[in-house]
């Protein structure tokens, strides 16, 4: 009799502590009201910040363009790969010779500047920092109704890979009712927006900043379409500020709560339960995604813990610079093109195009800044905070690249309730920057999906 008492009590408090250890993960910490004026600038906060929007185009010193051409010119012999490998151990110096002959001798910067000039940019100071921005409005909206859209590089991107896309959405045609004026600002610490000087600036503390500017720029409501770590800043967004979008599309959808987890483990034994038989590949087995995640996410270790460290390399030697952020276009693309010895590098771009971002990053030295936004978010402090453990409120697309990052069809109620559009296309993980015809059509598509149901509202 007793060991029956015994036991069973013993099951009871195991089984109320399972539970209690499941509501504890479950439950979310309640969303942290963040302070909208801090002060992310140098020293100490002025009595008064400048406010004005300042016309800016781009216009760099001779002196970085000889320095540069100088640091190419004393490049050190370059170890070959090993025999029969192509990019499987990181990028391989053929290719890098070859593109580096190219930045040398054939990119021409003053055509390349023009080219990045063509759009209207500003700069504008928010909470500190000058913050860069292309603000591109259609010329010719032809009646149609003109819809403001903030979109967001990631790393190491940079509104670069938004130029053949722009023009796409801010031109209308016969066929829809709007057209979008197109906000496309560079992250803090990226391209020529101003870094912070004090640490904690994550992705939820610019997602602020984003906001201030699109209030600054006179837009209480806006649309908003995010990839990478721009999809991750508008998604703390959308969390923090729903009443300011209208509508938002990602190509980077995070959906990180233990819920899916569990989902994506019990998928295990049975796979159609958690996604399409035909996306099985994409996360069955575990074993091999995991293992894919481990070989392919060496850098963001690296970023998120020791930023400076690897910055100080990388904004001293183009050559290197360009081996680190080409290596993530050929394997981000296509990790099949791993076995390629050109990366499959011109398949979706020529180098023109690579080396245009490349020169964002070298030109304005913002290498180890762009690298800290990953320590801002991989820390303890923010993660506990899980503020992306929200649900969305607002209304939302989904577009998921065939060679990107996957979420699977039974997870996305976990934390967008609200998506109204999904979208299955074949590309890879910079498709903005790979596909903008492809890539505008589907946030059009979205668009007007949400259109429909906030005029209805
Ligand atoms: C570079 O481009 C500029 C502007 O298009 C042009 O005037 C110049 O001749 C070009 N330089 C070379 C070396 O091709
Ligand atoms: C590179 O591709 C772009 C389109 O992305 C094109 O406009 C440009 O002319 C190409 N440049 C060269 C040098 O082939």
Known sequence: MAFVLITSSLFIVILSSLGLLLMKILTRKPLKKLNENTYWGPGERPKTLDTTIREFEIEVPKEVLEDLQWRLDR?????P??????????????LLKVVIDYWKNKYNWTERQNYLNQFPQFKTNIQGLDIHYLHVKPQNPCNKKVLPLLILHGWPGSVREFYSMIPILTTPTEDREFVFEVIAPHIPGYGFSQAAAKPGLNPAEIAVIMKNLMNRLGFKKFYCQGGDFGAIILQSLCILYP???????????????PMAYIKYFLGVLYPNWVTRPE??????????????????????????????????ALTDSPAGLLAYILE?????????????????????????????????????????????????????ENLKEGLLRHPLQVPTAIARYTRDFYVADSIIDELFPNN?????IDGGHFAAFQLPEVFANDVFCAVDKFEKININK
């Open 75 to 79: 490049l050190r012999p370059l170890i």
């Open 81 to 94: 790969p090993l025999e029969g490998i192509q990019q499987q151990y990181g990028m391989n110096t053929n």
């Open 243 to 257: 009443e300011n979008v209208l509508g938002f599309h990602t190509n980077m959808a995070s959906i990180q709560t």
């Open 279 to 312: 996306h099985r590949m994409r996360i069955y087995p575990l074993s091999r995604s995991f293992k894919r995640r481990l070989r392919e996410t060496g850098y963001l270790h690296i970023q998120a813990t020791k930023p400076d460290t690897i910055g100080v």
């Open 328 to 380: 993530k276009f050929t394997t981000g693309t296509n990790s099949a093109w791993q076995a390629r010895e050109d990366g499959g590098l011109l398949e979706a771009w020529n180098y023109t195009d690579l080396l245009d971002n490349v020169m964002i990053y070298w030109i304005t030295g913002s290498a180890t800044t762009s690298f800290r936004l990953y320590a801002e978010t991989f820390n303890d």
């Open 420 to 424: 109204v559009y999904l979208s299955d």
